[in-house]
């Protein structure tokens, strides 16, 4: 996965249909390293997906007893404002990574896991055991940073900006 020019050829492979998932599987019948390591990224975002499910499941949990509960003065509604804030931020965060880890999954099916979305080199290996659910190699996903912060701080130079760095 890690060397250019294997990504075409794993995409290149023909796909089995096992019920649950498509596993690409070469001419001959056998699993290279490349399909039993991408095997063993399928099981753990399907885990990782799994373990995604079960956390939203428990904060639906949270945020249901939090509409049970009465509050009775302005203190409680506080803090019973700021608990819901938190479980929206962590639902929200979590619904994120349960996208990411499905469109890996997608990739998988297809063919071009591994494969950087942005330009099609073949993404690292470490960085892919690190972040299963990556979609862009190490260079587009700087690139894209860089991009994304520029444009914040284009947001951010304001009036009111500029006289609060010159005050600090």
Do not use: Y
Request: aromatic letters at 4%; hydrophobic letters at 35%; a neutral charge.
């Amino acid at each position: 996965m890690s060397t250019s020019g294997q990504g075409q050829t794993r995409r290149a492979r023909s796909q089995v249909s096992t019920g649950a998932a498509t596993i690409v599987v070469p001419q001959g019948g056998e699993m290279s390293m490349d399909q039993i390591a991408i095997e063993k990224f399928r099981k753990n975002l399907e885990l990782q997906r799994q373990d995604v499910w079960q956390l939203l499941g428990q904060l639906e949990h949270e945020r249901r007893s939090l509409d049970v509960d009465s509050t009775q003065d302005s203190a409680d509604r506080c803090i019973n404002s700021l608990s819901r804030e938190s479980l929206f931020e962590r639902s929200s965060q979590l619904r994120t990574l349960l996208r990411l880890i499905e469109a890996a999954l997608r990739r998988i099916a297809d063919g071009s896991f591994g494969a950087c979305i942005a330009c099609g080199d073949d993404i690292q290996d470490r960085r892919l055991e690190a972040l299963p659910w990556t979609q862009f190699c190490l260079h587009c996903q700087e690139v894209i940073e860089e991009e994304v912060g520029a444009k914040l701080s284009r947001r951010i130079s304001s009036p009111a900006a500029e006289t609060w760095r010159r005050a600090g």
